[in-house]
């Protein structure tokens, strides 16, 4: 009897632990599950067209325009490259446009429902000049807009372009020669329709035009409440909104020596973004949302780096932070990819050193980012998908 008891004993035991090891593997396939379905499948496209890519604009669900610079002779030589990108098929289409672009950049691109347009910069007797096409997607003709600029803005760069629906803006820097010699880089904005084009630099706030070293448009991002406009200059970080006739300068309220590199609208809030450089020597990320006609911080848990790019999703935010990593071979920079339905839950989803993310687009189901690898002394172009 006592026999029995201890062998019924042991095969209760028995299954209580085989139970036990069950329910283990069940939570432990749950908790897979739950984090590979939750969890954003990536794709890491490498584009050789491309050294690095700045921009992306939407053509429809399937296809996207993106705008570059290809380095040759050991990146002593850039020429600004422009491509088609299919997602249904991961093929590229270059665009060739080097002729406009040559020995410069292309930094920004938008487009309006039938042309592209395009920005940056090519090399003319030795000196950067500021470069502006626009690109029919239904017949492939290229006309050269760069004599819109005036000879003010001719020695420069266009950073930023954005159709507003109405109209595009394309904002940058100059460089200006002054009697006696001084040289200063300062901000322009023109605005351009279908039939004429306007200089709007005058009326930006004093704030964005401080003579005295470099000033810059970088970001340029439209809503139904207004067009933000960001960049900096000698002094500090530089926002503000317009609303097709005037600019209402944002506060800042707190020191803010710094400059301001991307710009979004998300559920109706304007987010600002780029690098505080309040100590010059450990440049901080800066995140910033506008409440009550001030821009407020957000606390990121990066003290080195830059924020180089904000998208999103659905309510899904998305914060690009190029942060210093430690590699084998020492410190090397490259990009954390955040993401959370509010500030204060934003979450790591996607961190790889040498990598760089310099812009976001949301494109059907798709968080779409654009920027480069380094890989050694050479850059490769790359399109990262979230899905």
């Not at 006592?2 to 019924?8: A, I, V, Y």
């Not at 000196?127 to 050269?144: E, F, R, T, V």
């Not at 500090?236 to 506060?251: D, R, S």
């Not at 050193?353 to 850059?379: A, P, T």
Request: proline share 3%; with cysteine.
């Amino acid at each position: 009897m006592g026999n029995d008891r201890k062998s019924h004993g042991m095969r209760i035991t028995t299954r209580i632990g085989i139970l036990t090891i069950l329910a283990l593997i069940v939570l432990a396939l749950g908790v897979f599950l739950y984090f590979y379905l939750t969890s954003p499948q990536i794709d890491i496209i490498v584009l050789p067209s491309f050294s690095k890519i700045y921009s992306i604009a939407a053509i429809n669900n399937q296809e996207i325009a993106i705008a570059g610079v290809k380095f040759y002779n050991n990146n002593t030589l850039s020429e600004g490259v422009v491509a088609l990108f299919y997602l249904n098929n991961k093929s590229c289409l270059v665009i060739n446009v080097s002729k406009y672009f040559y020995g410069g950049y292309t930094y920004a691109i938008g487009y309006n429902g039938s042309t592209l347009l395009v920005g940056g910069s090519e090399r003319i007797n030795g000196s950067l000049h500021s470069s502006l096409i626009a690109i029919n997607i239904d017949n492939g003709k290229i006309y050269n807009l760069s004599n819109l600029f005036s000879p003010f803005y001719d020695l420069g760069q266009v950073y930023a372009i954005a159709w507003t629906g109405k109209y595009w803006l394309v904002g940058g820097n100059a460089y200006i020669v002054y009697l006696g010699g001084q040289t200063f880089l300062v901000p322009f904005l023109i605005m351009i329709n279908s039939t004429a084009h306007k200089d709007l630099t005058s009326l930006l706030p004093s704030e964005m035009t401080v003579l005295g070293g470099t000033s810059s448009i970088y970001s340029i991002s439209p809503s139904n409440s207004g067009i933000l406009v960001v960049g900096g200059n000698a002094i500090n970080m530089t926002a503000a909104i317009f609303n097709g006739t005037n600019f209402t300068e944002l506060k800042f309220g707190y020191l803010h020596i710094g400059v301001l590199l991307t710009s979004y609208w998300w559920n109706g809030e304007a987010i600002v973004g780029g690098e505080n450089l309040t100590n010059p020597n450990t440049p901080q990320p800066f995140l910033g949302y506008l409440q009550g006609g001030k821009l407020i911080p957000v606390n990121l848990n990066y003290k080195i780096g830059v924020v180089s790019a904000i998208g999103s999703y659905g309510n899904e935010l998305y914060i690009a932070i190029r942060v210093p990593f430690e590699t084998e071979n020492g410190t090397a920079y490259g990009t954390v990819l955040l993401q959370g339905t509010s500030f204060t839950s934003l979450h790591p989803i996607f961190q790889k050193s040498f990598v760089v993310i310099e812009d976001l687009k949301n494109v059907s189901n798709y968080e779409i980012g654009v920027g480069y690898k380094q890989q050694g002394s050479n850059y490769l172009g790359l399109i990262i998908i979230f899905r």
